[in-house]
C-alpha cells in the first residue's frame, strides 16, 4: 500500500533543519523576535520527526 | 496534487500492523521514560509499583504500568506549580496553553500544553479532517463558543494547518450563524450531534430555510457518539444533505479516533500517535481479539507538558472484525464510542446505555430529536421516565408511534419505561455537551 517515498533523504534533511534551528536558537537567545519563533519552528520540526522520523525505524522497506 | 493524495500521511496510515506495534513500542518506551524522569507524580505512581523505563521490554510489561484516573488528576491540581501539581512536566514558562475538562464527572482538570503540544493538537486534527476529505479549497464554519474548552479550537487549528479557509463563527446566536453559513457559502462545519440537529431546527422553523439548501457538504462531529449511531447519524446527514462523520477525543488525551469518507461503520484508532488498549472491565484483562467490549486504557506518545499515560479513559470500545475499504490499516473500533463505563448502569437488574435509548428514539419517525431519560428508585424498583417530542405531524399518529416505541425499547433494551410525549419544543435544548441520562438513585 506504501507510495515510495524517499524517506531517509526527507529525514536527512528535516534533522539538518533541526540542527539550523538549535544553531540558531544558541546564537539569539537574548533575541526574543529570534528565539519566540524558533520555539514554533521547532515544534513544526518535531510534527516532520512525528510523520517522518518516527516512521523510518519500523519502515525500513521503504527508505 | 496533493488534494487528490488519499492520505495525510500516507506511510503511517498504511504501515503493516507489524510494524506499527513496533513503532508503539518504542514510541512508548520515550513518553513513559519523559513522565518518569520529570513528573514527581508519574514518578510516585510508578516507583510504588515497582516498575522503572528499564524495566519495560514487551507489550506484556506495558500492561503492568499502574493506569491514571482522573480524579488522581484532580487530586494533585491546584497545587505548585501552580495550577497544574506535580504531573507537569515542563518548566511553567514553557506552557502556553491553557483548557479544562468540562466538569461532567466532577471538579474540571486543567491541562497546560506547550506550543509544540499545541501543534501536535492540530497535527492530530489535520490527519482526521483529511480522511474525511477536507482540503485547501474548504471554507470551514466553526459554530462554537470558542472558550476555556478544547472542544473544537485543534479543529480549527487542524484546518487551518491543511490549508482551509476557517470561519470562527464564535459569539453569535444559531440563527446569525446560519444566515453566515448561507451568505459565505461555507462547505464544512463541526458541532455536536445535538447542535448539528439543533441548528437544522432552527434554519427551518425560526428562517425558513431548508438546511439541505445550504452548501455544507461534509459535518466533523464530536462530544458526543451520535455522528456513530446510526439513527442520529441518518438524522444529520439527511437535515443537511451532508455526510457527516465522528471523531473522538479528550482534553487530556488529544484528538485520537476518526471516521474516514469510507465511513464503514467504526472509527480508526491513529495508532501511530496513541496506544489504545482495550480492558475487560471485570478481570482487567487486556482485550485484543475483535468483538470483545472493554474500556479504553490510552497513551498519547506525544504529548509532553502534561503526559498522557495509560490513562483510564472510562469510554467503552470495541474492536472491529474487518478492515476499512479505505486502505487505511489503523485498527477500527466498531461504531466509535459505545459509551461511558460509569454511564452503563444496571436498571432493573438489566445493563442499559443510555446510547441505546438515542438510537432507538432518532430512529422513530414522528419524533423529535431531543428525549430525556430519569431513573429513579420508586419503593425497591428502579422506574424508568422517558420523555420524548412529537414533530408537529408526529402528534396525528400518537398510537402508532408510540406502539413503535415502545416495542423498539423493549427489542433493544428489555426495559419497560414510562413514557411522556410533549410538544416541540418543550424539552430542554444543549449546545455543547447534552445531559439527557438522569440517574436520580444514589439522590434517592
Given at each position: 500500500m506504501n507510495q515510495a517515498f524517499d524517506l531517509k533523504k526527507m529525514n536527512d534533511i528535516i534533522l539538518c533543519m533541526k540542527q539550523g534551528a538549535d544553531e540558531l536558537k544558541e546564537i539569539g537567545s537574548d533575541f526574543p523576535a529570534l528565539d519566540r519563533n524558533l520555539v514554533r519552528i521547532r515544534a513544526s520540526l518535531k510534527m516532520l520527526e512525528i510523520n517522518i522520523s518516527d516512521a523510518i525505524e519500523s519502515n525500513s522497506q521503504t527508505e | 496534487m496533493i488534494s487528490e493524495?488519499?492520505?495525510?500521511?500516507?506511510?503511517?496510515?498504511?504501515?503493516?500492523?507489524?510494524?506499527?506495534?513496533?513503532?508503539?513500542?518504542?514510541?512508548?518506551?520515550?513518553?513513559?521514560?519523559?513522565?518518569?524522569?520529570?513528573?514527581?507524580?508519574?514518578?510516585?505512581?510508578?516507583?510504588?509499583?515497582?516498575?522503572?523505563?528499564?524495566?519495560?521490554?514487551?507489550?506484556?510489561?506495558?500492561?503492568?504500568?499502574?493506569?491514571?484516573?482522573?480524579?488522581?488528576m484532580r487530586d494533585i491540581q491546584r497545587k505548585d506549580p501552580f495550577p497544574y501539581g506535580d504531573a507537569l512536566c515542563v518548566p511553567l514558562e514553557e506552557v502556553t496553553?491553557?483548557?479544562?475538562?468540562?466538569?461532567?464527572?466532577?471538579?474540571?482538570?486543567?491541562?497546560?500544553?506547550?506550543?509544540?503540544?499545541?501543534?501536535?493538537?492540530?497535527?492530530?486534527?489535520?490527519?482526521?479532517?483529511?480522511?474525511?476529505?477536507?482540503?485547501?479549497r474548504d471554507r470551514v464554519f466553526i459554530p462554537f463558543g470558542y472558550n476555556i474548552f478544547v472542544a473544537f479550537w485543534a479543529g480549527h487549528y487542524g484546518a487551518e494547518k491543511i490549508g482551509c479557509e476557517v470561519v470562527p463563527g464564535g459569539v453569535m446566536d444559531t440563527a446569525a450563524r446560519i444566515l453566515k453559513i448561507q451568505e459565505l457559502k461555507a462547505t464544512a462545519m463541526m458541532a455536536t450531534p445535538t447542535y448539528v440537529l439543533g441548528m437544522a431546527d432552527v434554519a427551518r422553523t425560526q428562517l425558513g430555510i431548508d438546511p439541505a439548501s445550504l452548501s455544507i457538504e461534509k459535518i466533523t462531529c464530536a462530544g458526543e457518539?451520535?455522528?456513530?449511531?446510526?439513527?442520529?447519524?441518518?438524522?444529520?446527514?439527511?437535515?443537511?444533505?451532508a455526510r457527516v462523520y465522528d471523531h473522538s477525543g479528550a482534553t487530556e488525551i488529544g484528538a485520537w479516533s476518526y471516521e474516514c469518507q469510507a465511513q464503514s461503520g467504526g472509527l480508526h484508532v491513529?495508532?501511530?500517535?496513541?496506544?489504545v488498549e482495550i480492558q475487560d472491565m471485570d478481570t482487567g484483562e487486556i482485550i485484543t481479539e475483535p468483538g470483545r467490549r472493554g474500556k479504553m486504557i490510552i497513551t498519547a506518545f506525544d504529548r509532553i507538558a502534561q503526559p498522557c499515560v495509560r490513562f483510564d479513559s472510562k469510554d467503552v470500545i470495541e474492536w472491529a472484525d474487518y478492515a476499512c475499504p479505505c486502505g487505511r490499516t489503523y485498527r477500527l473500533i466498531k461504531g466509535g464510542v459505545l459509551g461511558r463505563a460509569d454511564d452503563i448502569t444496571k436498571v432493573k437488574g438489566v445493563l442499559l446505555s443510555p446510547s441505546t435509548i438515542e438510537e432507538v428514539v432518532r430512529g422513530v419517525e414522528g419524533l423529535g430529536n431531543e428525549y430525556e431519560v430519569v431513573v429513579e428508585k420508586q419503593?425497591?424498583?428502579?422506574?424508568?421516565?422517558?420523555?420524548?417530542?412529537?414533530?408537529?405531524?408526529?402528534?396525528?399518529?400518537?398510537?402508532?408511534?408510540?406502539?413503535?416505541?415502545?416495542?423498539?425499547?423493549?427489542?433493544?433494551?428489555?426495559?419497560?419505561y414510562d413514557l411522556q410525549f410533549f410538544s416541540l419544543g418543550a424539552l430542554p435544548r444543549y449546545e455543547v455537551k447534552a445531559r439527557r441520562f438522569k440517574d436520580l438513585r444514589s439522590k434517592a
Open positions: - | 493524495q488519499k492520505y495525510w500521511n500516507p506511510v503511517l496510515e498504511t504501515l503493516d500492523h507489524e510494524k506499527i506495534r513496533k513503532l508503539q513500542f518504542e514510541k512508548f518506551k520515550k513518553i513513559f521514560s519523559w513522565a518518569y524522569e520529570r513528573s514527581r507524580f508519574h514518578r510516585g505512581l510508578y516507583e510504588k509499583a515497582g516498575i522503572k523505563p528499564g524495566d519495560i521490554l514487551s507489550f506484556e510489561d506495558i500492561r503492568r504500568i499502574p493506569t491514571v484516573e482522573k480524579s488522581m496553553e491553557f483548557r479544562q475538562t468540562s466538569g461532567t464527572t466532577g471538579q474540571p482538570v486543567y491541562q497546560p500544553d506547550t506550543w509544540q503540544d499545541w501543534e501536535w493538537w492540530a497535527e492530530c486534527w489535520a490527519y482526521i479532517l483529511w480522511a474525511q476529505g477536507y482540503r485547501p457518539c451520535g455522528a456513530s449511531i446510526p439513527t442520529t447519524k441518518h438524522r444529520m446527514e439527511s437535515a443537511w444533505g491513529n495508532e501511530g500517535l496513541f496506544l419503593g425497591d424498583t428502579d422506574r424508568i421516565t422517558l420523555k420524548v417530542e412529537f414533530v408537529r405531524e408526529g402528534e396525528t399518529r400518537r398510537t402508532e408511534i408510540e406502539r413503535e416505541l415502545v416495542g423498539q425499547l423493549r427489542l433493544k433494551t428489555n426495559l419497560r
